[in-house]
């Protein structure tokens, strides 16, 4: 809900402060999951996977990457464009990068669990749990937010 007599000044600044808030976490949670991907050729059982694990791994890397730069691309703008009255572009541009930021999490998430549930237990249930987590990291954020949107009059 917007607030009554907001000038589309404070609107812009307000936008900014709610892109910030979930830059914080978005930001962190792809690090974590970059991360984490990355130590996994350092264990001893990573000489296992078979080749196509191997390639489900190196596109999940690619794909959380992906994620980690584009949830950080919003503070490099802002960095770029600091004082230089650019303020609603980089509210524009960051809000087009998060949702971006977001698609690739969502696919990181389900290949993650994709390929964690076919290293340990097999393709079948990696299919239907990497398919279940991207479907219902889906269904949250994108279709549940449709309908708790208020009707425009």
Do not use: C
């Amino acid at each position: 809900m917007v607030p009554q007599g907001e000038s589309e000044s404070e609107r812009i600044e307000r936008n900014w402060d709610e892109i910030l808030q979930e830059l914080r976490v978005t930001q962190t949670g792809t690090q974590i999951l970059l991360g984490f991907l990355l130590t996994i050729p350092f264990q001893a059982a990573f000489g296992e996977l078979e080749g196509a694990q191997i390639g489900v791994y190196l596109t999940l890397v690619i794909v959380a990457a992906l994620a980690t730069i584009l949830a950080l691309s919003p503070v490099a703008l802002h960095r770029a464009l600091f004082r230089r009255g650019a303020k609603p572009q980089l509210v524009l541009a960051a809000n087009l990068l998060m949702r971006l930021a977001l698609a690739a999490i969502a696919l990181a998430l389900g290949g993650t669990v994709f390929l964690i549930f076919d290293v340990v237990i097999g393709h079948t249930a990696a299919f239907v749990a990497g398919g279940a987590t991207l479907a219902l990291t889906l269904t949250i954020w994108a279709v549940l937010p449709s309908f708790l949107r208020e009707p425009h009059d």
